[in-house]
């Protein structure tokens, strides 16, 4: 029940959602970029039908990607967890059709994929509820 | 940049080889649910009905077999694609849908397999078979949405129709333990318990109605004879009573009389968001295992209003059926063609173990680049391309998706050693665990 309640409580999702990108600016001031996309990952609303809160959310973790340099050190610094919720969003970078996004993108989702397996991008691609 | 567009590519091919290998197989045809597709559909699948025996002994051929602990003990292509198979109660005799309307019958003798019946009586794909451990019986349904049970007399095998009174096709069926019962799973969103009556000498379905969403994928028979588990392509995972007043005894039932009733539903798992298949009990009915077209392996203990459930993630792609080997041990089999192994620690926490088959993997970009011939292969025909490079020489003893896993056993047992494997490259596989010592301490 309290899920449902949360789900729908599209501004208080918002307001997170800035608190986030607030954070994530300074983060990315530290030149910490995987905290960054580790913070801009955790609480995504997947739930939600709200494509707004789905879209503020892209915006944040679309920042956070675009910040990551160095492919190699991001996957020695980020847990297993967040392989499935990446892969989500990395195919929603590749769905923009921007040419700067999609390269980010596809240098990450080669090493993901080189790391979580094919079985990621199944989880993904067959996962037509919970999407990003 | 080309590098990773090129990358790209690989990997949209590796979909489309699984998409490709989904729509080879039949089960690909029950997600639509318009009568006119369907149908369409279902003709259009019949693949090659002059199939021709071919008996490859490539144990001895293949120098990959001459490890010191091989798994698989015996490959044989029976047919083009195997929809499904089963066992005689004896281990002698193996029945076998080769993706049309017929059932083949072959038998062992003198190491070779002989071709011993043909049951013709479907009019279109046979989807599911089983043989009865005890009474000697075959069932066997079809698209063609109708099921019939095979007794063996001394002119052969006699059919009996069962009206299923379905309006889609029936895709699984499995007899009950006390083989008093079957029950068939359909694309009609149902699930018919079949049982005798002894007075009309006629079969009779008694359907589960409007509590799918959608095709019911795999169903499995609890030991207790009265609960039955089954997936379906809304993601879900149920359990039903199926006590039926005159055929079950009111003591086999869970015990709990609120729960006898035919039809109620036990409980419902919705742990995955996408396609269920293939769900199986363990020996003892204690723990409850289903996969997801998600990589996603689900493992259930309790069912019941305080069910515990742990789903597993695999690295690689989807499974299509499983197995319990033991109380600590399933296998799971599907799209990447070698059988992987669960288990069980000591506290009850499932986790991948390893895959039955070990391949030699090649360095990552040798692996990328055998991938993408090899989804051409599939494209062009496998002996086009094979012959070319050595993709061959990493294969195992499947090389397409398998989507059938039986046990190889004489009755039904607490732990078993030998299964078989079928799938849509025609062959059946049987695999022995007992030099595999990793795998025998959780026997």
Redesign the interface.
Same mark, same amino acid.
């Given at each position: 029940m309290a899920e449902i309640v949360e789900a729908d409580n599209y501004e208080g999702i918002i307001t997170r959602i800035e608190h986030k990108s607030r954070k994530i600016e300074s983060l990315l001031k530290q030149y910490k970029p995987v905290e960054a996309l580790k913070t801009a990952l955790e609480g995504s609303p997947p739930k939600t039908k709200d494509e707004r809160c789905k879209s503020a959310n892209w915006i944040v973790v679309h920042r956070a990607i675009m910040a990551i340099k160095d492919v190699d050190s991001l996957f020695s610094a980020l847990d297993p967890e967040y392989y499935?919720i990446l892969m989500k969003y990395l195919y929603r970078g590749l769905s923009t059709g921007d040419r700067p996004t999609c390269?980010q993108c596809?240098?990450i989702?080669?090493k993901l994929?080189?790391k &979580?397996? /094919?079985?990621?991008?199944?989880?993904c /691609? &067959?996962?037509?509820?919970?999407t990003v | !940049?080309w590098a990773?567009?090129n +990358?790209?590519t690989i990997?949209a091919q590796?979909?489309a080889k699984l998409i490709l290998s989904l729509q080879s197989c039949n089960f690909g045809v029950l997600l639509f649910t318009t009568p006119q597709f369907f149908f369409f559909s279902a003709d259009r699948s019949i693949l090659d009905s002059s199939n021709t025996l071919q008996i490859t002994q490539r144990l001895d051929s293949r120098s990959r077999f001459t490890g010191k602990s091989m798994a698989a003990t015996s490959v044989h292509k029976f047919a083009q694609c195997i929809s499904c198979h089963a066992w005689s109660p004896d281990l002698s005799m193996i029945a076998f849908c080769p993706n049309n309307s017929e059932v083949h019958i072959y038998k062992l003798s003198e190491d070779k397999w002989e071709k011993v019946h043909v049951l013709q009586k479907h009019d279109q794909i046979v989807s599911g078979i089983d043989w009865s451990y005890r009474s000697n019986k075959i069932v066997t349904v079809s698209h063609d949405r109708n099921s019939y049970v095979w007794n063996q007399e001394a002119t052969g095998w006699v059919p009996t129709l069962v009206i299923l009174r379905l309006n889609r096709a029936a895709l699984c069926v499995q007899w009950s333990p006390k083989e008093n019962k079957f029950a068939v799973g359909s694309g009609a969103k149902t699930v018919c318990i079949c049982y005798y009556e002894q007075e009309n000498n006629w079969w009779v379905s008694k359907l589960i109605r409007k509590r799918h969403d959608s095709s019911v994928t795999s169903i499995a028979w609890h030991p207790n004879n009265v609960l039955l588990a089954t997936t379906s392509t809304d993601?879900k995972c149920r359990v039903f009573s199926t006590f039926i007043k005159g055929v079950d005894a009111k003591e086999s039932a869970t015990g709990n009389s609120a729960d006898t009733k035919f039809g109620e539903q036990i409980v419902q798992l919705d742990l995955c968001?996408?396609?269920a298949f293939g769900v199986r009990w363990s020996p003892s009915g204690n723990t409850l295992a289903y996969v997801?077209?998600?990589? !996603?392996i689900y493992f259930v203990d309790e069912v019941g209003p305080s069910a515990a459930a742990q789903s597993v993630?695999? +690295?690689?792609?989807?499974l299509r059926d499983v197995l319990f080997l033991s109380e600590r041990m399933v296998v799971g089999v599907g799209f990447d063609c070698n059988p992987m192994v669960f288990v069980a620690d000591e506290s009850g926490l499932w986790s991948f173990l390893r895959f039955l088959e070990e391949r030699k993997s090649a360095s990552?970009s040798a692996k990328y680049g055998s991938q993408f011939s090899e989804a051409f292969g599939k494209f062009y025909g496998q002996s086009k391309f094979s012959a070319s490079n050595n993709v061959e020489q990493s294969r195992g003893a499947h090389d397409n998706c398998i989507n059938c896993i039986l046990p190889l056993a004489k009755q039904r047992k607490s732990s078993v050693t030998r299964f078989t494997t079928s799938g849509l490259d025609g062959k059946i596989v049987t695999w022995d665990l007992q030099k595999q010592e990793d795998l025998l301490d959780y026997l």
């Open positions: 499935d390269d596809l240098r989702h080669e994929t080189e &979580a397996g /094919l079985g990621c991008i199944l989880r /691609l &067959a996962d037509t509820v919970n | !940049m990773s567009t +990358r790209a990997w590796k979909i993601g968001f996408c396609w997801g077209h998600n990589s !996603m993630a695999i +690295r690689d792609l989807p990552s």
